[in-house]
């Protein structure tokens, strides 16, 4: 199953001797949001999500061991990596709509210019 920040997810277990699921969200707390920004997750979702994944990871590389089954949800870090998530979105749906308003302004000068091309290669 492949998904953004598979293989960073991926190198990290593969590469460290004890991974951490605490030690690989500090260091891509960031990342996890750009990377989940599009689903629109709670943050029990964000979180579970991760977890399932990181999970998975242990096993393709048979370190399951280092699952901590006792490790509970920093709801702060969640609750920050949702913030972060939802203004990422937020932030892409606004370029969107700012693209898209400036493709249909043009959209009428375009279409000026390809009628008055045409005219011009038939008068030829």
Same mark, same amino acid.
Request: glycine share 4%.
């Given at each position: ?8 997810? #991926?190198?990290?277990? &593969?590469?460290? #001797?004890?991974? *951490? %699921? ?13 990377? !989940? /920004?599009?689903?629109? =997750? *709670?943050?029990? +979702? %964000? ?6 994944? %990181? ?12 699952? #901590?089954?006792?490790? &509970?949800? #920093? ?10 998530? +939802?203004? =990422? *979105?937020? !932030?892409?749906?606004? /370029? @969107? ?7 249909? /302004? /043009? ?14 290669? @038939? @008068? &030829?």
């Amino acid at each position: 199953m492949y998904y953004e920040g598979y293989e960073a997810l #991926d190198t990290y277990v &593969k590469k460290t #001797d004890i991974p *951490s %699921f605490t030690t690989f969200v500090e260091m891509n707390n960031t990342n996890i949001a750009r990377w !989940s /920004a599009k689903y629109g =997750l *709670s943050v029990s +979702d %964000f979180y579970g999500t991760w977890r399932r994944r %990181f999970a998975l990871s242990l096993k393709n590389h048979k370190k399951t061991e280092c699952l #901590d089954s006792n490790y &509970k949800m #920093d709801k702060e870090t969640w609750g920050l990596i949702k913030k972060l998530a +939802d203004l =990422l *979105s937020k !932030s892409t749906l606004s /370029a @969107q709509i700012t693209a898209l308003k400036g493709m249909m /302004a /043009a959209a009428p000068s375009v279409s000026t210019i390809l009628k008055e091309l045409l005219e011009e290669s @038939q @008068q &030829k």
